[in-house]
T-cell receptor, first 112, second 115 residues
Framework: ETGVTQTPRHLVMGMTNKKSLKCEQH?????MYWYKQSAKKPLELMFV???????ENNSVPSRFSPECPNSSHLFLHLHTLQPEDSALYLC???????????FGPGTRLTVL | AQSVTQLGSHVSVSEGALVLLRCNYS??????LFWYVQYPNQGLQLLLK??????LVKGINGFEAEFKKSETSFHLTKPSAHMSDAAEYFC?????????????FGPGTRLSVLP
């Protein structure tokens, strides 16, 4: 473990469900990130938070809603997802946006 | 804006053979460069980083990479592959002089190690 934890590790949900992914970092970092990793596709940066302020939203559908209540916690709220949203969702943190990112183990999401 | 290319989405080597994974970048300013490894169903783990000090960088698990400005490259090498090296490898670049610029990851190279 790298100091970034994610829960749950696995999640199966129906298209009408609402669920949340949680990320927590214990590294004293100021930036946090959500990535989506689908099979045979490059890593997709979804959201970036710096000092608890969202600084980037890469054209992510509104069915994904991030929340950063403090510098240690990051959530991804999910609602009315589609099967194509099934993927590994990775959280990362870094001291600043130019520094190396430390990743959590990911949440494997399956949308039925 | 910076970008990263990784030549070869899949590389196979025999156990004990040299590992060479290629990374080329483009950047408008002197970059920071990184290599990450990802094992199945896990997050990415930092292997090594270049931040404008020595051009030859040693990382974990016997890997090293050399920054070559003239070739805009940062290739990853390991003298002798081990079965446990089989994983996905990502090169990444950031621009420290351009505050607010993101990390950019390459598309990744899957390394297979044959017995």
């Amino acid at each position: 473990e790298t100091g970034v934890t994610q829960t749950p590790r696995h999640l199966v949900m129906g298209m009408t469900n609402k669920k949340s992914l949680k990320c927590e970092q214990h590294l004293g970092h100021n930036a946090m990130y959500w990535y989506k990793q689908s099979a045979k596709k490059p890593l997709e940066l979804m959201f970036v938070y710096s000092l608890e302020e969202r600084v980037e939203n890469n054209s992510v559908p509104s069915r994904f809603s991030p929340e950063c209540p403090n510098s240690s916690h990051l959530f991804l709220h999910l609602h009315t997802l589609q099967p194509e949203d099934s993927a590994l969702y990775l959280c990362a943190s870094s001291l600043t946006r130019m520094n190396e990112q430390f990743f959590g183990p990911g949440t494997r999401l399956t949308v039925l | 804006a910076q970008s990263v290319t990784q030549l070869g989405s899949h590389v196979s080597v025999s156990e004990g053979a040299l590992v060479l994974l290629r990374c080329n970048y483009s950047s408008s300013v002197p970059p920071y460069l990184f290599w990450y490894v990802q094992y199945p169903n896990q997050g990415l783990q930092l292997l090594l980083k270049y931040t404008s000090a020595a051009t030859l960088v040693k990382g974990i698990n016997g890997f090293e990479a050399e920054f070559k400005k003239s070739e805009t490259s940062f290739h990853l090498t390991k003298p002798s592959a081990h079965m446990s090296d089989a994983a996905e490898y990502f090169c990444a670049v950031s621009e420290p002089d351009n505050y607010g610029q993101n990390f950019v990851f390459g598309p990744g190279t899957r390394l297979s190690v044959l017995p």
